[in-house]
C-alpha cells in the first residue's frame, strides 16, 4: 500500500511563496506520475501540475509561469514551488501519484490559504 504525505502548506499573503513536498512510501513499483491537484470550497478538484517519470510537466493555464512542479525519484518526492500567490490561489492541495500496474493514490491534502 502506498502512502502519500503532504507538506508545506500554510498561511502567505499575495506574492508570496510556498514549497509544497509530496513523499511517497511504500511502492514496490515505479511512480510513474506525480501530481498535484487542489480544491477550493465550492469548487471542483483541478488539476495544478503533473510530472512524469521522463520529466515531462503540465500545467494548468493558472499556473504557468508560477508555480514549478519537481521531484526527486531518490526520495519519491515531489515538490511545487509556488510563487507569485493569488488570493484564488487559496485550496486544499492534493499530492496524487499513478503507479506502474495501473493504481493510483491520494495524500490528504494540505491546506494553502493566501491573504492579506
Known amino acids: 500500500q502506498v502512502q502519500i504525505v503532504e507538506s508545506g502548506g500554510g498561511l502567505v499573503q499575495p506574492g508570496g511563496s510556498l514549497r509544497l513536498s509530496c513523499a511517497a512510501s511504500?511502492?514496490?513499483?515505479?511512480?510513474?506520475?506525480m501530481a498535484w491537484h487542489r480544491q477550493a470550497p465550492g469548487n471542483q478538484r483541478e488539476l495544478v501540475t503533473s510530472?512524469?517519470?521522463?520529466?515531462?510537466?503540465v500545467y494548468a493555464d493558472s499556473a504557468k509561469g508560477r508555480f514549478t512542479i519537481s521531484r526527486d525519484d531518490a526520495k519519491n518526492t515531489a515538490y511545487l514551488q509556488m510563487n507569485n500567490l493569488k488570493l484564488e490561489d487559496t485550496a486544499v492541495y492534493y499530492c496524487?501519484?499513478?503507479?506502474?500496474?495501473?493504481?493510483?493514490?491520494w495524500g490528504q491534502g494540505t491546506q494553502v490559504t493566501v491573504s492579506s
Open positions: 496524487f501519484t499513478y503507479v506502474s500496474g495501473g493504481h493510483t493514490y
Open positions: 511504500g511502492s514496490r513499483f515505479p511512480l510513474l506520475v
Open positions: 510530472i512524469d517519470s521522463y520529466g515531462n510537466t
